[in-house]
């Protein structure tokens, strides 16, 4: 090759040796929804025709090929997709179309010339940013558990391994006991990442003293939480990483039996974590002789069939045994009696993902980051009214501040631009959930501090909410969400949050009364009393959290029957500010009944008489003079 | 008993059965992956099926329909040759996603309780979601996902299936 560019040495390898150049291509959800599979074919025929020597597949010791192409799981910055990072130059190009290729190949990886117009601009400053070191969105996180999604092939178990890949488990059947294991993990303090946040070492405990020959470890992968992704990413960027842990967890405990149960709703997910259980086989990291240990150890992958009460584990169990999805009261907790009444742990994604890095650099390392309550980091999936959606990994202790504005890059209108005084609520943790406020922006984010207002840090999603978001219809919302979801076996749950619907229905629909909001507030503490799992028990989280902190806007619905946002439609009164409209006309000419009147250059009315509060007004005025709807 | 005496094979229709239980080795307590993979069959349950596999495993059709009828991912009715699915997660809700279902519905005389067009082209469902947050709103339209999207947009989609449908 005469070409320069493609001879960059690695400073990290000193001897000279040449630098793989690498494309690297994200294929999670979302970049795949827009095209990045054909992205991938675009390059490969394209670099081959440029001449350049290239190799879709990841070996040590190549040192024959220029170039390396490969897919990765999810970077995270979904919204951007697809992306290309171009390694060792470091170059991240974003909403990489087909028709960009031929000029990616011919100007970059040729011409070694950045392509500015694929460049992220940060908002903020208006500035070019090259690649993820210059991104504020990457350069504020602390990633770990999302380290390698990104960077290395999914679906390649020898890249894993060359990044260090089943050292932890390896170590841990060799060189531990389970009781070295479970002290360690004990240590570090690591808490449940699924949602609860009960130490992780305890529970194995718990499993590992009991006297029974057979014993099972699952991997909770059923991510049920309407508006999260944590999971999902990390299986379709790093599956060997879960497996790995759940390696772990079942040396510590002394199971020989293994299950991923993964929901059916990720195909992806499903796919690649049944692939890397395929290459753990065949690498002997399964089966009858784990690294020559003479312990056996045997994993399968199930798909769940869409029933989020099977994210609690008595439930997931009952799934698994081909039953219902319905939860049984603990105690016999499943770690004395759990799947087919042995010894069960149930353990999160991200929580097995934590463990290889536990185990592979000890538990003090881990604690580093973190709160001394909440070591470590986690993932949170953050979306809504924000500039920059995604995966992000920040220490627990992370204020909500720099989550949701910094990272974030501050909260968005409806037409998608970032509005300095948008922030009107962040609600945390799905349906178990609460919602913050503003006087919340500078709490840290961990087990505790949530838990005292009312919130939890639930498996991680973030959803941020702006101005024109009516709190009481979010909380109907997931009132409709767990009243679908709940199995029927408490009278409580069942009936209860169906009670609990209506009673929001009738609330933006105009028909409530003050009794309405008391009685509301009595059933949603008769509900979390008389339910016999988490789903009943938080399932009025988030009607409670903004009864809390946005009672003004129950208020408004119920007694002056009226929605500040509009979003309520029966309840919804657009009108014109007369201090905003400058009179141009626009909305009149938008209004599909003619509601709308006015002279041009002078304040607008409209009348409520005709007005069917479709909201055209509102999206057409630039001035966001036309309130409530 | 169950594993040998193989209930009489009415029909070509379950033949598929047969395999998929086979596969499962006839456990009772494979029933999810068996209706899963039923329904990968037949796109969806068909209740002599599910008569068929109580026999087969040898438990109450009672069982089976309750397990059928208990997660969402199970139809016991038949769905449309084109399989509509609006994302309703949070993420998806908070940035406009009813507005969307609602255009849907209405380009193609669907409501909440009538899902399939008469013509069984098109099945409209909402799912709880789908993980592609990032892209809110979404719309899944034969597993081909398809992000940020409006109710325009939306009802473009289904528009570009009837005219392909309309050419062949």
């Given at each position: 090759?005469?070409?320069?560019?493609?001879?960059?040495?690695?400073?990290?390898?000193?001897?000279?040796?040449?630098?793989?150049?690498?494309?690297?291509?994200?294929?999670?959800?979302?970049?795949?929804?827009?095209?990045?599979?054909?992205?991938?074919?675009?390059?490969?025929?394209?670099?081959?025709?440029?001449?350049?020597?290239?190799?879709?597949?990841?070996?040590?010791?190549?040192?024959?090929?220029?170039?390396?192409?490969?897919?990765?799981?999810?970077?995270?910055?979904?919204?951007?997709?697809?992306?290309?990072?171009?390694?060792?130059?470091?170059?991240?190009?974003?909403?990489?179309?087909?028709?960009?290729?031929?000029?990616?190949?011919?100007?970059?990886?040729?011409?070694?010339?950045?392509?500015?117009?694929?460049?992220?601009?940060?908002?903020?400053?208006?500035?070019?940013?090259?690649?993820?070191?210059?991104?504020?969105?990457?350069?504020?996180?602390?990633?770990?558990?999302?380290?390698?999604?990104?960077?290395?092939?999914?679906?390649?178990?020898?890249?894993?391994?060359?990044?260090?890949?089943?050292?932890?488990?390896?170590?841990?059947?060799?060189?531990?006991?389970?009781?070295?294991?479970?002290?360690?993990?004990?240590?570090?303090?690591?808490?449940?990442?699924?949602?609860?946040?009960?130490?992780?070492?305890?529970?194995?405990?718990?499993?590992?003293?009991?006297?029974?020959?057979?014993?099972?470890?699952?991997?909770?992968?059923?991510?049920?939480?309407?508006?999260?992704?944590?999971?999902?990413?990390?299986?379709?960027?790093?599956?060997?990483?879960?497996?790995?842990?759940?390696?772990?967890?079942?040396?510590?405990?002394?199971?020989?039996?293994?299950?991923?149960?993964?929901?059916?709703?990720?195909?992806?997910?499903?796919?690649?974590?049944?692939?890397?259980?395929?290459?753990?086989?065949?690498?002997?990291?399964?089966?009858?002789?784990?690294?020559?240990?003479?312990?056996?150890?045997?994993?399968?992958?199930?798909?769940?069939?869409?029933?989020?009460?099977?994210?609690?584990?008595?439930?997931?169990?009952?799934?698994?045994?081909?039953?219902?999805?319905?939860?049984?009261?603990?105690?016999?907790?499943?770690?004395?009696?759990?799947?087919?009444?042995?010894?069960?742990?149930?353990?999160?994604?991200?929580?097995?993902?934590?463990?290889?890095?536990?185990?592979?650099?000890?538990?003090?390392?881990?604690?580093?980051?973190?709160?001394?309550?909440?070591?470590?980091?986690?993932?949170?999936?953050?979306?809504?009214?924000?500039?920059?959606?995604?995966?992000?990994?920040?220490?627990?202790?992370?204020?909500?501040?720099?989550?949701?504005?910094?990272?974030?890059?501050?909260?968005?209108?409806?037409?998608?631009?970032?509005?300095?005084?948008?922030?009107?609520?962040?609600?945390?943790?799905?349906?178990?959930?609460?919602?913050?406020?503003?006087?919340?922006?500078?709490?840290?984010?961990?087990?505790?501090?949530?838990?005292?207002?009312?919130?939890?840090?639930?498996?991680?999603?973030?959803?941020?909410?702006?101005?024109?978001?009516?709190?009481?219809?979010?909380?109907?919302?997931?009132?409709?969400?767990?009243?679908?979801?709940?199995?029927?076996?408490?009278?409580?749950?069942?009936?209860?949050?169906?009670?609990?619907?209506?009673?929001?229905?009738?609330?933006?629909?105009?028909?409530?009364?003050?009794?309405?909001?008391?009685?509301?507030?009595?059933l949603a503490i008769a509900v979390q009393k008389g339910s016999l799992c988490g789903l009943g028990k938080t399932a009025?989280n988030p009607v409670l959290s903004t009864l809390r902190y946005f009672r003004h806007e129950y208020d408004a619905h119920?007694?002056?029957?009226?929605?500040?946002?509009?979003?309520?439609?029966?309840?919804?009164?657009?009108?014109?500010?007369?201090?905003?409209?400058?009179?141009?006309?626009?909305?009149?000419?938008?209004?599909?009944?003619?509601?709308?009147?006015?002279?041009?250059?002078?304040?607008?009315?409209?009348?409520?008489?005709?007005?069917?509060?479709?909201?055209?007004?509102?999206?057409?005025?630039?001035?966001?003079?036309?309130?409530?709807? | 008993?169950?594993?040998?005496?193989?209930?009489?094979?009415?029909?070509?229709?379950?033949?598929?059965?047969?395999?998929?239980?086979?596969?499962?080795?006839?456990?009772?307590?494979?029933?999810?992956?068996?209706?899963?993979?039923?329904?990968?069959?037949?796109?969806?349950?068909?209740?002599?099926?599910?008569?068929?596999?109580?026999?087969?495993?040898?438990?109450?059709?009672?069982?089976?329909?309750?397990?059928?009828?208990?997660?969402?991912?199970?139809?016991?009715?038949?769905?449309?040759?084109?399989?509509?699915?609006?994302?309703?997660?949070?993420?998806?809700?908070?940035?406009?996603?009813?507005?969307?279902?609602?255009?849907?519905?209405?380009?193609?005389?669907?409501?909440?309780?009538?899902?399939?067009?008469?013509?069984?082209?098109?099945?409209?469902?909402?799912?709880?979601?789908?993980?592609?947050?990032?892209?809110?709103?979404?719309?899944?339209?034969?597993?081909?996902?398809?992000?940020?999207?409006?109710?325009?947009?939306?009802?473009?989609?289904?528009?570009?299936?009837?005219?392909?449908?309309?050419?062949?």
């Amino acid at each position: 090759m005469n070409n320069p560019t493609l001879n960059i040495m690695d400073p990290a390898m000193g001897n000279g040796a040449k630098t793989l150049r690498r494309v690297i291509v994200c294929a999670g959800t979302g970049c795949v929804a827009n095209g990045a599979y054909k992205v991938i074919e675009a390059f490969k025929s394209q670099i081959a025709a440029a001449g350049i020597n290239i190799t879709t597949e990841f070996k040590a010791e190549e040192h024959q090929h220029d170039l390396r192409l490969n897919k990765s799981g999810c970077q995270g910055f979904c919204q951007m997709g697809p992306l290309v990072t171009i390694l060792p130059d470091g170059i991240l190009y974003n909403k990489v179309r087909v028709e960009d290729v031929a000029e990616i190949v011919s100007q970059t990886l040729v011409g070694g010339k950045v392509l500015d117009r694929l460049l992220y601009v940060d908002p903020a400053t208006k500035k070019h940013c090259n690649g993820i070191n210059d991104i504020p969105f990457y350069q504020r996180q602390q990633r770990f558990v999302l380290k390698e999604c990104g960077t290395i092939d999914p679906e390649d178990v020898h890249e894993y391994i060359h990044h260090g890949g089943y050292m932890a488990a390896k170590k841990a059947f060799l060189k531990m006991s389970p009781e070295q294991i479970v002290q360690e993990i004990l240590k570090s303090g690591l808490r449940g990442r699924g949602g609860g946040g009960f130490p992780t070492g305890r529970k194995w405990e718990a499993a590992r003293i009991q006297k029974n020959a057979k014993k099972y470890v699952i991997c909770n992968a059923d991510e049920g939480d309407p508006g999260a992704f944590m999971n999902r990413s990390v299986m379709e960027g790093n599956p060997h990483s879960v497996l790995e842990g759940l390696m772990i967890a079942a040396r510590a405990i002394g199971a020989d039996e293994t299950l991923i149960y993964v929901r059916t709703e990720y195909p992806f997910a499903v796919a690649r974590m049944k692939r890397a259980v395929e290459d753990a086989q065949k690498m002997g990291f399964l089966g009858d002789n784990v690294f020559g240990s003479g312990q056996k150890l045997n994993c399968e992958v199930m798909e769940g069939a869409g029933a989020f009460v099977c994210g609690e584990e008595t439930a997931m169990i009952a799934s698994i045994e081909g039953q219902r999805g319905m939860p049984r009261p603990k105690p016999p907790f499943p770690a004395q009696s759990g799947l087919w009444g042995k010894p069960t742990i149930i353990n999160n994604v991200e929580t097995l993902a934590h463990v290889v890095r536990i185990i592979n650099q000890g538990a003090d390392t881990f604690r580093k980051l973190g709160s001394t309550a909440s070591p470590g980091t986690k993932t949170f999936a953050l979306t809504g009214h924000v500039a920059n959606t995604g995966l992000i990994e920040v220490p627990f202790g992370t204020t909500l501040r720099e989550v949701v504005l910094n990272i974030g890059g501050g909260i968005t209108d409806r037409h998608g631009k970032v509005k300095a005084d948008g922030f009107k609520a962040v609600q945390i943790g799905g349906p178990s959930g609460g919602c913050l406020t503003k006087d919340h922006l500078d709490l840290p984010l961990d087990y505790d501090s949530l838990r005292s207002v009312g919130a939890m840090v639930g498996s991680g999603g973030l959803v941020a909410m702006n101005q024109k978001t009516c709190m009481v219809n979010i909380a109907r919302f997931f009132m409709d969400f767990t009243q679908r979801e709940s199995c029927g076996k408490c009278v409580l749950c069942r009936e209860g949050t169906r009670q609990m619907l209506s009673m929001l229905d009738d609330i933006i629909e105009g028909r409530a009364t003050g009794e309405t909001l008391v009685l509301l507030e009595k059933l949603a503490i008769a509900v979390q009393k008389g339910s016999l799992c988490g789903l009943g028990k938080t399932a009025p989280n988030p009607v409670l959290s903004t009864l809390r902190y946005f009672r003004h806007e129950y208020d408004a619905h119920v007694f002056h029957k009226y929605c500040p946002t509009g979003q309520c439609k029966a309840l919804a009164k657009p009108s014109i500010d007369a201090t905003k409209c400058k009179g141009c006309t626009a909305c009149a000419k938008k209004c599909p009944v003619g509601a709308i009147s006015g002279e041009r250059k002078k304040p607008h009315v409209i009348d409520q008489a005709k007005c069917i509060k479709c909201g055209a007004c509102a999206d057409t005025c630039k001035f966001e003079a036309v309130v409530g709807v | 008993m169950r594993n040998q005496t193989k209930p009489e094979c009415r029909g070509r229709k379950f033949v598929k059965v047969f395999t998929i239980l086979d596969k499962y080795g006839r456990k009772p307590s494979r029933l999810v992956p068996i209706l899963q993979a039923v329904q990968e069959e037949y796109r969806y349950l068909p209740e002599e099926v599910l008569t068929y596999v109580a026999m087969a495993l040898d438990v109450s059709p009672a069982r089976v329909f309750g397990v059928a009828t208990f997660y969402s991912h199970f139809a016991i009715e038949p769905k449309g040759k084109h399989l509509i699915r609006l994302c309703d997660g949070t993420a998806c809700h908070v940035k406009d996603s009813v507005p969307i279902l609602d255009a849907i519905r209405k380009r193609l005389g669907l409501d909440e309780k009538h899902k399939t067009t008469p013509d069984m082209l098109f099945t409209v469902e909402t799912v709880a979601c789908l993980g592609a947050c990032g892209l809110a709103p979404v719309v899944v339209v034969d597993d081909q996902v398809h992000g940020q999207m409006t109710p325009e947009s939306g009802v473009k989609l289904i528009e570009d299936v009837m005219a392909k449908e309309q050419a062949q």
